[in-house]
């Protein structure tokens, strides 16, 4: 078998407060994932690894270096890291680079200039982040700067890409944010993804279409991030409800946690649980894959080049 992408949720640690992260308006105790349960995936079936996540940020990930060495020492899928990018000095970015060695790239947040970035990556400092980005991309780092576009910094695209291009970036991407509030407002005609879903009908389910997969920081394969946010999580009830003729996926993660979990299961017996093959089978009948997946990424996001 092989893999267009897994994400892995190296790490719920962060620095910053996006206001519609995960992470932000709960609490809980933030942690990182055991490096051994990573090393257990098939990454030379793999094309791209992801270092992305729900709720972390993969800086902070203690042993984000080992994992790098160990990977390209070990397998070629391409790494691509998410990144606040707003913390650490401009060595240790430069380190970077150099482990990643032009078979990986990272996409960085810059969500507006120095007035507007704050408003939105609260908790960031812009200069830091420029800082950084541009010493990684002097010593051959490949960046895309990601650029999530509101009310109060749709004017300033054209002068970030100027920016972006004079760090040495790559390409640009504007987002579409998964919401809007009074303070962080929606420019003008933007649909999130959950609006766009409610118009679309047809399911382009991204775990099967391009085989991909999830890795939670407590060492969980779900199909995709969206399987295992905490939205998801935390209104059990309300998907229990909406699937209620359709519940063999939860019954089984119910009744056997860990049936789902690296650390005690192959990843082979994992894609071959009760659990994903109820998924692979009725995924067009869940409601989470109706309230998330009839967008696709495409819809989301627009790629330019630098
Ligand atoms: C939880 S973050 C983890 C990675 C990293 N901490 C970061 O922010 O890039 C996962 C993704 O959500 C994106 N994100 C954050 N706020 C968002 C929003 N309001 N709408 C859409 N995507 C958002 C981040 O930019 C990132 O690509
Ligand atoms: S930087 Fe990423 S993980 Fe941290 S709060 Fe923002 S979106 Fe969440
Ligand atoms: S939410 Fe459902 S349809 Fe979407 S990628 Fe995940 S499993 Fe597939």
């Not at 999530?148 to 002068?159: I, R």
């Amino acid at each position: 078998m092989s893999y267009q992408f897994v994400d892995i949720e190296t790490t719920s640690y962060c620095n910053a407060k996006c206001p519609f992260c995960n992470r932000t308006n709960m609490a809980f105790k933030p942690k990182n994932l055991d490096i051994e349960v990573i090393k257990k995936l098939p990454f030379n079936e793999i094309s791209v690894t992801l270092l992305l996540g729900n709720k972390g940020d993969a800086i902070f990930y203690p042993k984000l270096f080992e994992l790098i060495e160990w990977i390209r020492a070990n397998a070629k899928t391409w790494i691509q890291i998410h990144t606040n990018a707003s913390f650490h000095n401009e060595f240790w970015w430069i380190h970077l680079a150099q482990l990643l060695n032009g078979q990986g790239a990272i996409i960085y947040a810059l969500d507006g200039l120095e007035d507007t970035h704050k408003l939105h990556r609260i908790g960031t400092d812009f200069n830091k982040i420029v800082k950084n980005i541009t010493a990684f991309n002097k010593v051959g780092g490949k960046s895309i700067c990601q650029f999530l576009k509101f009310k109060h910094n749709e004017h300033q695209v054209d002068a970030i890409k100027e920016l972006v291009r004079f760090m040495g970036s790559e390409k640009f991407w504007i987002r579409k944010s998964r919401e809007y509030n009074s303070i962080l407002q929606r420019p003008d005609g933007a649909k999130t993804r959950h609006e766009m879903s409610k118009e679309n009908t047809e399911i382009k389910c991204v775990f099967l279409s391009k085989p991909s997969f999830y890795l939670t920081v407590d060492g969980e394969i779900r199909p995709c991030c969206f399987m295992a946010d905490d939205d998801y999580k935390g209104n059990f009830k309300q998907h229990f409800y909406e699937d209620i003729h359709n519940l063999q996926h939860l019954i089984a993660y119910k009744r056997d946690p860990n049936s789902i979990n690296l650390r005690d299961n192959s990843f082979s017996d994992i894609m071959n649980s009760r659990y994903y093959k109820h998924i692979k089978t009725n995924y067009k009948k869940l409601f989470r894959c109706n309230q998330k997946c009839k967008a696709t990424f495409e819809d989301i996001v627009d790629e330019e080049l630098l």
